[in-house]
């Protein structure tokens, strides 16, 4: 397919983007001088920001000046990044507006920035509510369902970053049941790796992972294999059937499948910013069946039965793959800190269908 070869190009870029880590890494800070009155931004490795003056930078910390804690110490070990205010990106009405707890995911998947403590958020689609809280500085815990309440999962991410303030990574996990749907029965699972490179307002997210499924009723059963021939009935009645062996037969549904992600925001304008999400998922589901063919003979008369021939045994068991392409380009608009929305003109594709899959998404920070 043409997607694969579009995530094979993406992997030499990554590759770079990975093998750019040293070199920031070695790249000493520049201290800023004392009359310097250039406001920074500081970011802590624990989600914390400040913003203010930096008086003095002396290599193993950063005295800093805000305007409501005064003066600061801040130990190097601690900063993730450092950087000038941007008045046109980072202020607003004299005020620094961060980039908000919206940025840390996409439309459906999520990237390796985390949720800070205290702002944590709810998501109300067309198709259900979701809302997730931040437990740790690099740990967050979610809850996604319908507008019925079923299917429901339970959403893991923890996050870390690196020395390169632009390279993130993580990983997460969707554990999901049927609810009162099929008794319960269904459960399912994915789970997947990350890497971010970016900063909160525009980034990229390779992402790599797997998903399985059962609906409950799938089960593994023997059937019996007659051995081929004919069979005279006895005394009118059914004949008996040699067993030569047994057969599995599966029911019910069961599938699993690898996935790859990528996905992408960037800030195009002061209230807005383009989301892309995209996913490939090749599904692949084992079938297990077949069937032996039984032809009865009647006396035309009486029509007593006579004899019965049995055929060979018809293998019917395969692997059934299903590839699965959704695209997810959108809008996200956000005139507040604590409210945005989000419009996905999302379409599925595979081999023998495509439909669109139009989404609108309503953020709340609380």
């Known amino acids: 397919m043409k997607i694969r070869l579009s995530f094979s190009a993406l992997l030499p870029i990554l590759f770079f983007f990975l093998g750019s880590q040293s070199f920031y890494a070695q790249t000493p800070s520049t201290a800023a001088p004392a009359t310097d009155t250039t406001k920074y931004l500081v970011v802590k490795y624990d989600g914390n920001e400040y913003v203010g003056l930096i008086l003095s930078d002396d290599g193993r910390e950063v005295l800093i000046e805000t305007r409501s804690l005064g003066k600061i110490y801040i130990p190097k070990s601690d900063i993730k990044s450092m950087r000038p205010l941007d008045l046109v990106d980072d202020v607003k009405k004299g005020e620094f507006n961060s980039a908000g707890v919206f940025t840390t995911r996409y439309q459906f998947t999520t990237n390796c920035f985390p949720i800070k403590k205290g702002e944590n958020y709810a998501m109300v689609n067309l198709y259900g509510p979701e809302v997730h809280f931040a437990v740790h500085k690099d740990f967050s815990v979610g809850v996604m369902s319908t507008w019925i309440g079923s299917p429901l999962a339970l959403a893991l991410k923890y996050t870390r ?149 049995i055929g060979e045994w018809q293998d019917l068991s395969e692997i059934r793959t299903t590839n699965m392409l959704i695209l997810m380009p959108g809008m996200r608009f956000q005139r507040s800190e604590n409210k945005a929305f989000q419009i996905s003109l999302a379409g599925v594709i595979t081999q023998d269908i495509s439909f669109p899959l139009p989404m609108a998404s309503w953020f709340y920070k609380f």
């Open 161 to 309: 970053g690196t020395a390169n303030p632009k390279i993130n990574y993580g990983v997460g996990a969707l554990l999901g049941t049927s609810g009162y749907l099929n008794s319960g029965r269904g459960f399912g699972g994915l789970y997947w790796g990350m890497i971010t490179y970016g900063d909160r307002r525009t980034n990229v997210t390779l992402s790599v992972g797997y998903g399985h499924f059962n609906n409950g009723d799938y089960s593994i059963k023997q059937r019996a294999c007659y051995v081929p021939g004919t069979y005279a009935a006895v005394n009118g009645g059914p004949p008996s059937y040699s067993i030569q062996g047994y057969k599995e037969i599966s029911s019910g549904f069961k599938a699993d499948a690898p996935i790859i992600g990528f996905a992408g925001q960037t800030k195009v304008g002061k209230k807005a910013s383009f989301i892309y999400d995209c996913m490939l998922i090749m599904g692949r589901r084992e079938v297990k069946d077949g069937y032996q063919s039984f032809q009865y003979q009647y006396n035309p008369n009486t029509w007593d039965l006579e004899s019965v021939t």
